[in-house]
């Protein structure tokens, strides 16, 4: 199975900052990554996917980048409805894979 | 609207089966795959199965492979997880999940879950 690890497992920060969160394959995958957010007691919902595609719908203050084995999401300016957890998700190969998940809290 | 509707939850005794249940509206059923993810309390996200608009290709995680079946009904929209000699490690929150493009790419919409308990 793919491995996903992401890094940090929780970061602190405020209204305003860039955050960057990390996401890493244990073998290449090429472009075949999603990001997700979850808020507490909320499902998930889709934001980035094949590693840089916004959703539609999603705020442009969110990005996406990489390929092969290391991938970056990206919020430019935090904004307080963007506390969550964001988890990475690879679609290479079966099974599919989730990071363990990204919690960020308000500093 | 795509909304997707799960039932069928409860607390079961270990050894036991459930069956979990799936509506789906808003979108053309037979079109995409269909998924079932859940998340243990407290814990990240495990895709649990995944099934092909048409049943054709069917696939299962390591942990619930040979107790687990997922199914589909394209004429009442509906998705279904039948949970044999359950676990206590199986009790979670489980996610029924529209499949993106293609069948095994992701999901771009998620139900509010049905959360699972398994205990005596």
């Known amino acids: 199975d793919i491995q996903m690890t992401q890094s940090p497992s929780s970061l602190s920060a405020s209204v305003g900052d860039r955050v960057t969160i990390t996401c890493q394959a244990s073998?290449?995958?090429?472009?075949?990554l999603n990001w997700y957010q979850q808020k507490a007691g909320k499902a998930p919902t889709l934001l980035i996917y094949?590693?840089?595609n916004l959703k539609t719908g999603v705020p442009s203050r969110f990005s996406g980048s990489g390929s092969g084995t290391d991938f970056t999401l990206t919020i430019s300016s935090l904004q307080p409805e963007d506390f969550a957890t964001y988890y990475c998700?690879?679609?290479?190969?079966?099974?599919?894979?989730f990071g363990g998940g990204t919690k960020v809290e308000i500093k | 609207e795509v909304q997707l509707v799960e039932s069928g939850g409860g607390l079961v005794q270990p050894g036991r089966s459930l069956r979990l249940s799936c509506a789906a509206s808003?979108?053309?059923?037979?079109?995409?795959?269909m998924h079932w993810v859940r998340q243990a309390p407290g814990k990240g996200l495990e895709w649990v199965s995944g099934?092909?608009?048409?049943?054709?290709?069917?696939h299962y995680a390591d942990s619930v492979k040979g107790r687990f079946a997922i199914s589909r009904d394209n004429v009442r929209n509906s998705l279904y997880l039948q949970m044999n000699s359950l676990r206590a490690e199986d009790t979670a929150l489980y996610y029924c999940?529209?499949?993106?493009?293609?069948?095994?790419?992701?999901?771009?919409?998620w139900g509010q879950g049905s959360l699972v308990t398994v205990s005596s």
């Open positions: 999940a529209k499949g993106r493009y293609g069948a095994w790419s992701g999901f771009d919409f």
């Open positions: 808003g979108f053309t059923f037979t079109d995409y795959a």
């Open positions: 099934i092909t608009w048409n049943s054709g290709s069917i």
């Open positions: 073998q290449d995958i090429s472009k075949y």
């Open positions: 094949d590693a840089s």
């Open positions: 998700q690879q679609y290479d190969h079966l099974p599919l894979t």
